[in-house]
């Protein structure tokens, strides 16, 4: 598995703020994904990040309230946008290592309030 | 469409005792299935997976997890809990392409598992 790291841990920010969220990972990995996990809820997955090109995003989710980049193959970024009370979520990163097939390993995620 | 459904949101055992957490899937095609777990504060953590090999598939922390096709399960159990193993249990399934032409995770709500001393 991968060893992967996720910055802030958390954050406290006022609506209509943007943030952004670093994913690095210890080794190439083939895939990366950005998943949301809004309060007493389960994951949905918001988007791929592809690297080196724009990012795949899941219905109900937009490039222009989650900007999302991929510079090379251990790290990715993730923008909320214009913030609203409602994105109070903890926000996860996650991968598929290379050479492995259909598994994903997880961030440790970044805790957001909006206030 | 793929979907999860975890039977129970809450589950609560004695330590030593065995832990049985519900879970039923929909699935069009032959699916991959996974057990997350995620202690409070933390990442989630791959339990074990199941993709068309044998069916009772054996992960770590002693958890294992049998697929059952003509019931559509795919339920965890451990035979004895300790009281590490209290946290909150995914239930996920994977069988097709997204928009993003990868194949997604879909998530159950998850059960919570309490162990009492």
């Known amino acids: 598995s991968a060893v992967i790291s996720q910055k802030p841990s958390r954050d406290i920010c006022q609506r209509g703020t943007s943030l952004t969220i670093q994913c690095q990972v210890d080794s190439q990995v083939t895939m990366m994904f950005w998943y949301r996990q809004q309060p007493g809820q389960s994951l949905t997955l918001i988007a791929t990040?592809?690297?080196?090109?724009?990012?795949?995003?899941e219905s109900g989710f937009v490039i222009d309230k989650f900007p999302i980049s991929r510079p090379n193959l251990t790290f990715s970024t993730l923008t909320v946008s214009n913030m609203s009370p409602e994105d109070s979520s903890i926000y996860l990163c996650?991968?598929?290592?290379?050479?492995?097939?259909?598994?994903?390993?997880f961030g440790p995620g970044t805790r957001l309030t909006v206030t | 469409a793929q979907s999860v459904t975890q039977l129970d949101s809450h589950v609560s055992v004695s330590e030593g005792t065995p832990v049985l957490l519900r879970c039923n899937y929909s699935?069009?095609?032959?699916?991959?299935l996974f057990w997350y777990v995620q202690h409070p504060n933390k990442g989630l953590q791959l339990l074990l997976k199941?993709?068309?090999?044998?069916?009772l598939v054996k992960g770590i922390n002693g958890f294992e997890a049998e697929f059952k096709k003509s019931e559509t399960s795919f339920h965890l159990t451990k035979p004895s809990a300790h009281m590490s193993d209290a946290a909150e249990y995914f239930c996920v399934v994977s069988d097709r392409a997204s928009l993003s032409g990868n194949t997604p995770l879909v998530f159950g709500k998850g059960t919570r598992l309490s162990v009492i001393a």
């Open positions: 199941y993709t068309s090999a044998a069916t």
């Open positions: 990040a592809n690297q080196g090109s724009e990012a795949t995003y």
């Open positions: 996650s991968v598929t290592p290379t050479g492995v097939v259909n598994e994903q390993y």
């Open positions: 699935s069009s095609y032959s699916p991959s």
